[in-house]
């Protein structure tokens, strides 16, 4: 149980352009969502906390407007990553949790390249 | 502020024990787990500390002082496949992960 996928698994897109991640909850009610972003030989850094049907809670200095989170479900939420720059190049990662659970099941992860 | 501290990077031999360690200082305390994680992969749970004490599981084991703010995590009988990233993260009363710097193992032959 409590398996959490990502899609897609690697992404290439141009800079400029946008790409939307998504991250589903196969098994469980995801409440709240979680998205990292992670650095070669860097531990993973949150970016925001989302709740299904809410607006997402951005940490300090990431761009809201920049990383687009959807929370539209139970066992959805997706990251769109809008007018990408190489510097956004990265390993993201979301987690999932259930209402009664304090564990965060991981996704597998997305490595996005931006060119 | 939150800070949670681990070493960086950690070599031990094969079929030897190594401890990792996590010191913490979080505004609130719900409890910590311990991650592993290999290059390119999602980090994979090992253990969850609620309480203060020593919890075992098979190879590994995770220990916590919630007084001192410090947790470690031994893995026995090392074997090549756990070189890899091990990772502590803190939760507080948001739900949310604080994660430690990390700590890359790498198991020589």
């Known amino acids: 149980g409590a398996v959490v996928s990502q899609h897609p698994s690697w992404v290439i897109c141009k800079s400029g352009t946008s790409v939307k991640i998504e991250c589903r909850s196969l098994?469980?009610?995801?409440?709240?969502m979680f998205w990292y972003r992670q650095f070669p030989k860097q531990s993973l850094m949150l970016m925001a906390t989302?709740?299904?049907?809410?607006?997402?809670?951005?940490e300090q200095g990431v761009e809201k407007d920049k990383f687009l989170i959807n929370h539209a479900s139970l066992t959805l939420s997706t990251l769109t990553v809008t007018s990408a720059h190489p510097e956004d190049s990265s390993f993201y990662i979301c987690s999932a949790r259930d209402i009664s659970d304090y564990e965060q099941y991981f996704g597998p992860g997305t490595r996005l390249t931006v060119t | 502020g939150q800070n949670i501290d681990q070493p960086t990077e950690m070599t031990a031999t094969e079929g030897a024990i190594v401890q990792i360690n996590c010191t913490y200082q979080?505004?609130?305390?719900?409890?910590l787990f311990w991650y592993q994680q290999h290059a390119g992969e999602a980090p994979t749970f090992l253990s969850y500390?609620?309480?203060?004490g020593l919890e075992e599981k098979g190879r590994f084991s995770s220990f916590l002082s919630r007084s001192k703010g410090y947790s470690y995590l031994l893995l026995k009988e090392l074997q090549m496949k756990d070189s890899a990233s091990y990772l502590c993260?803190?939760?507080?009363?948001?739900?949310?992960?604080?994660f430690g710097t990390g700590t890359r193992l790498k198991v020589l032959a």
């Open positions: 979080t505004s609130g305390f719900n409890g």
């Open positions: 500390n609620v309480l203060d």
């Open positions: 989302s709740n299904e049907g809410s607006k997402a809670t951005y």
């Open positions: 098994d469980f009610q995801a409440t709240t």
């Open positions: 993260a803190v939760t507080s009363g948001t739900y949310k992960y604080i």
